[in-house]
Each structure stands twice: as structure tokens, then as C-alpha cells.
């Protein structure tokens, strides 16, 4: 496997019926963005506080329009109050699923991983 390989590995939790995405979150940025990665996380940054579920909700709606699926198949399965988080991604395959990430983590700077 390559470096790159082992790097979606980390970020990408692959089970017998969903795909868990591994997500550490900034919140108060100046602007909604993939920003690379962290501490084996998509690393996310949103413009949205991190009260009443505001950030988690932002985080969703941008995983949902990046990934390019539906709201709907984005859900939050862990760390609620935490800026380390888990989102279960359902209507895409792994496949799919770890070649957008690539694209997206391609087009940042020092994040390319092929």
C-alpha cells in the first residue's frame, strides 16, 4: 500500500454496512473549508460556533457538499462536544468515497497524496 493508501486508511473507517469518517473540526474560522489533514482526521474548518450543534451541522452540510451527496447521508456518530469527530457517510462506496478525498486533498497545498 502506498503512503498515500495508508493515509485514507486512517481517515476512512471502512464496515460490513457504512464508512466512518474520521474528522477533527476548527471551528470559528474565517471561511467553511476542507483545509488538509490532522492527527489522522480530515481536518475541517467552519465558520460556525461550536454551540448547539452549530458546528456539527456546519461540518455535515460541508462533508455533504464536497463528498457531493445528499445532507440526508451524512450523520454525526461521534464526539458530539469534541473537536475530534466521526461521520457516518452512507450513498457512496469506499472507492468513490477515497477518490474524492483525494482530489480534495490534492488541490491543497502540502496535502497531495499520490
Not at 27 to 45: E, F, M, N, T, Y
Not at 57 to 64: I, T
Amino acid at each position: 500500500m502506498s503512503d498515500g493508501g495508508r493515509e485514507l486508511a486512517r481517515l476512512i473507517e471502512v464496515g460490513p454496512d457504512s464508512l466512518v469518517l474520521h474528522v477533527y473540526v476548527q471551528p470559528r474560522s474565517g471561511r467553511d473549508a476542507i483545509a488538509g489533514r490532522h492527527d489522522g482526521a480530515l481536518k475541517v474548518r467552519v465558520r460556525a460556533a461550536p454551540v448547539d450543534g452549530a458546528a456539527n451541522d456546519a461540518v455535515r452540510d460541508l462533508l455533504a457538499a464536497e463528498i457531493g451527496i445528499p445532507k440526508r447521508c451524512v450523520d454525526l456518530v461521534a464526539g458530539a462536544t469534541s473537536r475530534k469527530k466521526r461521520f457516518r457517510i452512507e450513498g457512496i462506496g469506499a472507492a468513490e468515497l477515497e477518490a474524492r478525498l483525494v482530489e480534495l486533498l490534492d488541490g491543497i497545498p502540502g496535502q497531495r497524496l499520490g
